[in-house]
Each structure stands twice: as C-alpha cells, then as structure tokens.
C-alpha cells in the first residue's frame, strides 16, 4: 500500500523561484492537509481540503497556494520563494476530520538560498 | 487560540526507568494525538484519545486524558533504546477554525543503554 506520497523528497530553490510540492494519496481518503515543520518545531498548519474542489487557510497560508482538483491529490503551490519558506513539508490524509488518525507522508526537505 | 506546550522539550533516560512525557492545551479540545518521529522520517501516529479519561496502550507505551486539566500524559515504562525518538502531541479545537491540528514542539528522547 502506498499510502501518502509526497514528491519530491529533496529540493532547493533560488529566492524568488517557484514550485508545486506534490502530494498523493490512495486511500480514498476526503480530508487532506499540508504542515510545515521547522527545525525543532512542532508542525504547522498550512492549508486544509475537505473534498475535492473545497480547500481552506490553516495557521501559516502566506507565500503559498493549493488546489484539489481531484480526491487523490493535493498539490501545494509555492511562488517567489524566501529563505523563510525552508522547512520540512509533510503532506496528511484522514478519511474524516480530525478525530480519526492521520496519515502523514514522508515529507519534502526545502530549502531556500 | 489553542495552544499546545509538551515537557520536556528533551528528556535523556536509562534503559530499563520509566517516565512520562506531559502535554497541556491551553483551551478545550474534543480529541488528543500522540505521534513518533524517527529522525528524518515522517510522523507515526500512536494513540488517538477522544474522551475525558480515556488510556490506551501499546507495548510500553501509554497514553491517558484529562480533558478537565486539558492534560494529557504519556507513560513509558522500563524503557528500551528503541523508543528513542522524538515525540509529538497534538490537539484539535472542538471551537471551529481550520479542520487540522496544533502541535506541541515536540519531546526528543534519548533512551541509553
């Protein structure tokens, strides 16, 4: 089973580059989510989806962008990158809102020079 | 807002002792996690607690809530150098706003031999 996927593991951006944090998932699941992890930290919030075609700001939204188009996938936007945006990004899953557990995917490595 | 605070933040221990790691919530929330993390991997979720009271176990490991203290605690017993990790509690809001959690920072533990 697959699970969450997150592509790619490893990257690094130019300040002011952009690029699209992919984020699938094969378990059917409605309730997606993006977090940011900084060094030390717990994670944080970025944006939420219910559903397809529904998302939603969590604590940290600035300087990013999603979309879900379909159920499977989440993509996470970020343009004009800033040495602020380096962080681990883990993209999760859960069938319903919280209350069920979580699947979190490997996590994407950023960083921003 | 809802903030989550864990301590410690880093707990070094001997195999075989036991402890417990706390994790407070400053305002109500309806349900509490408790993830693992390995360094450079992604989150394992370990317990889900849903109601005022609630303790669940696994292995060594044990979790309980005190919704009223909004406190929740989780106890290692005669521990072993594989539960080395860091640890994640995280709370959700039953009082709306974004459908994610808030994490606490986040207890490194270091179980040596």
């Known amino acids: 089973n697959a699970g969450v996927t997150q592509t790619p593991k490893f990257r690094i951006l130019k300040i002011g580059q952009s690029m699209t944090l992919q984020c699938a998932q094969d378990?059917?699941?409605?309730?997606m989510y993006w977090y940011r992890q900084d060094p030390g930290m717990g994670l944080k919030l970025i944006y939420y989806s219910v559903g397809a075609g529904i998302t939603d700001k969590g604590e940290v939204p600035n300087g990013y962008n999603v979309s879900r188009s379909t159920t499977e996938d989440f993509p996470l936007r970020l343009e004009l990158a800033a040495p602020s945006q380096t962080s681990v990004y883990f993209c999760?899953?859960?069938?319903?809102?919280?209350?069920?557990?979580?699947?979190f995917g490997q996590g994407t490595r950023l960083t921003v020079v | 807002e809802l903030k989550v605070e864990q301590n410690p933040l880093f707990l070094s221990m001997q195999e075989g002792k036991n402890y417990t790691i706390y994790c407070n919530y400053s305002t109500t929330s309806d349900r509490l996690y408790w993830y693992r993390q390995d360094p450079g991997k992604s989150l394992e979720s370990l317990f889900v607690l849903l109601s005022n009271g609630a303790v669940k176990q696994e292995g060594r490991l044990m979790a309980s809530l005190d919704t009223k203290a909004r406190l929740s605690t989780l106890h290692i017993t005669a521990a072993v150098h594989d539960l080395s990790a860091t640890y994640f509690c995280a709370a959700h809001s039953s009082g709306g706003g974004a459908d994610g959690l808030t994490f606490g920072k986040g207890t490194h533990l270091i179980i040596q031999p």
């Open positions: 378990m059917n699941h409605n309730y």
């Open positions: 999760a899953s859960s069938w319903a809102g919280t209350g069920v557990e979580a699947f």
